[in-house]
């Protein structure tokens, strides 16, 4: 089992930027990845990016450039820094873990971006 916290999100203008974390129950070395999905009503969940226990890290195409994902595995915890946001990031991020062929997710959090 894995429990996740997501920190809350939040309003921002376009060209701003706002960091989520992501806090996982157990070490992050007994996780084999974890990272962020987003979805916007009516469409399915999209994965944004991801960083494997060995550290390699996978982007959407649409925020390459722009968001980072890391850890501090002492903290247990992940972030996604988020800069030069666009209207179109906005969204409920999800954080999630995946371990032993199964798939954890966070409460989700709101991240809006206005124009």
């Known amino acids: 089992q894995v429990q996740l916290v997501e920190s809350r999100g939040g309003l921002v203008r376009a060209g701003g930027s706002l960091r989520l974390s992501c806090v996982a129950s157990r070490s992050l070395s007994d996780i084999n990845a974890m990272g962020w999905y987003r979805q916007t009503p009516g469409k399915q969940r999209e994965l944004v990016t991801s960083?494997?226990?060995?550290?390699?890290?996978n982007y959407a195409d649409s925020v390459k450039g722009r968001f980072t994902i890391s850890r501090d595995s002492a903290k247990n915890t992940v972030y996604l820094q988020m800069n030069n946001l666009k209207p179109e990031d906005t969204a409920v991020y999800y954080c999630?873990?995946?371990?032993?062929?199964?798939?954890?997710w966070g409460q989700g959090t709101q991240v809006t971006v206005s124009s």
């Open positions: 999630y873990a995946y371990r032993i062929l199964r798939t954890y």
């Open positions: 960083i494997t226990s060995g550290g390699s890290t």
